[in-house]
């Protein structure tokens, strides 16, 4: 509780100064922050249930961060059948490919997060590196563990994996054994609802189902809060965010757009995609897109003369 009261206090002053300032968003993003710092103040949540680690708390960190939150599905060989389908290889990225852009990140300084670090700044007014990267990978597949991981765990690499309730255990995706596994060496779990449907077709208890019960699977198996939801093929309207904060999801994330900034609606936060052809070079492009973003801002705000 003591641990509670001086994030509470910690949050309040940034929320203060941060009011006397112009943002993007800042109705928005002070309501969310507002029903956070009073659930932690009374208790009613815990830090991780907003994403917080105690090890994350020591960054040294920017209060105007530019995260990229890079999205991937596949990471494994091509078979020569799959390599014939446009969409499988837009899906797939080699793992050759994956190592040499892990590698760029980790030799350039990069802080590689998760979606709950990225989740814990937005709703507290909190700070992120100014190098970082967010890593995310939507549906579960299997060669997540085969093939991302090995990769992921070699450069220490924290990364979040969007699982469906209904595939998982099957023979193309994660089996529990392996997701508690790299649960145990900086993976993170969100949800990406129960059979992948495009929420926006649903009527309002199909949308509830889908939404509720994808967490309540998940939050049962892994034991630990589960408050990041990924849009299945980023299909979301005004029904489906306000169902899904009433579910009792944090965040949710689309599948487009640039890096995630301080006051962005955390049910609309934008990812960058990672495509099975995406180059080295563009791959730079996108993971420096935030830290670039940043430099732009702070030089067209600096005064003149």
């Known amino acids: 509780m003591n641990s509670a009261r001086c994030d509470l206090c910690h949050v309040i002053s940034v929320w203060e100064s941060k009011v006397k300032m112009k943002g993007r968003s800042l109705l928005i993003r002070t309501v969310a922050s507002l029903a956070t710092l009073v659930a932690l103040g009374c208790g009613l949540i815990r830090q991780d249930e907003v994403g917080i680690e105690p090890e994350r708390a020591k ?21 020569e059948l799959e390599a014939k389908s446009p ?25 590689l997060l998760s979606v709950y670090d990225v989740q814990t700044a937005l709703l507290t007014g909190g700070k992120l590196p100014e190098k970082a990267v967010a890593l995310t990978f939507d549906d579960g597949y299997r060669d997540n563990f085969d093939h991302a991981f090995p ?3 070699k450069y220490r690499a924290s990364a979040t994996i969007f699982l469906v309730k209904n595939t998982v255990d099957d023979a193309k995706h994660l089996t529990w054994e392996m997701i508690r596994r790299m649960r145990s060496d900086n ?41 990041a939801l990924a849009y299945p093929a980023g299909r979301f309207d005004k029904r489906v965010t306000t ?16 890096p995630v900034r301080p006051g962005d609606d955390p049910f609309r ?8 052809q995406t180059s080295l070079r563009d791959f730079e492009r996108k993971a420096w897109s935030g830290y670039w973003e940043r430099k732009i801002d702070s030089a067209t705000q600096a005064p003149s003369g």
Not at 197 to 219: A, G, N, W
Not at 243 to 258: C, E, F, I
Request: charged residues 25%; contains cysteine.
């Open 269 to 276: 936060l934008p990812r960058v995609r990672v495509h099975g």
């Open 243 to 258: 169902q899904a904060r009433s579910a009792g999801y944090l965040t949710a994330w689309d599948k487009g757009g640039g």
């Open 87 to 111: 969409l499988t290889r837009d899906l797939t990225v080699l793992p050759e490919d994956f190592e040499q852009q892990i590698k760029h990140l980790s030799d350039n300084g990069f802080v």
């Open 59 to 79: 960054w040294v960190g920017v209060s105007d961060f530019a995260v990229p939150v890079l999205m991937y599905h596949r990471v494994c060989p091509l078979t």
């Open 151 to 153: 990769i992921l765990s």
């Open 187 to 227: 993976v993170r779990y969100g949800s990406h609802t129960v059979s992948h449907p495009d929420l926006t077709s649903l009527d309002d208890i199909q949308l509830d189902y889908e939404l509720v019960e994808s967490k309540r699977f998940l939050e049962s198996k892994l034991r630990e809060p589960v408050t």
